[in-house]
């Protein structure tokens, strides 16, 4: 049974950093794509990261490319989504998911495992 865990999550000022961790147990994920969705209310579930886990490219939303990086530790079987410059419509749940298929995707919809999502604000 795969597991995903998010951490890292909470309130931060416009312009600061904050650094999310995704931490996934239950199968080994060495073919395996790893993303980073948020959904803020009254909004649908945005795509805003993806890698192949055992490749070093990845992709981004436009609205946070140069702003965020998602890595990944394989020892520690661990995503990273770190949160540079953040802004007020940052806010949202942030979500990791895996997509059992080496192709990275933005569609929610195309990953099979969810995390419990972490909370993220940023005050103006």
């Known amino acids: 049974q795969v597991q995903l865990v998010e951490s890292g999550g909470g309130l931060v000022q416009a312009g600061g950093s904050l650094r999310l961790s995704c931490a996934a147990s239950g199968r080994t994920f060495s073919n395996y794509a790893m993303g980073w969705f948020r959904q803020a209310p009254g909004k649908e579930r945005e795509f805003v990261a993806a890698?192949?886990?055992?490749?070093?490219?990845?992709y981004y939303a436009d609205s946070v490319n140069g702003r965020f990086t998602i890595s990944r530790d394989n020892a520690k079987n661990t995503v990273y989504l770190q949160m540079n410059s953040l802004k007020p419509e940052d806010t949202a749940v942030y979500y990791c998911a895996v997509r059992s298929a080496p192709r990275s995707s933005g569609r929610p919809d195309e990953y099979d495992y969810w995390g419990q999502g972490t909370q993220v604000t940023v005050s103006s």
């Open positions: 890698m192949r886990w055992n490749r070093a490219s990845a």
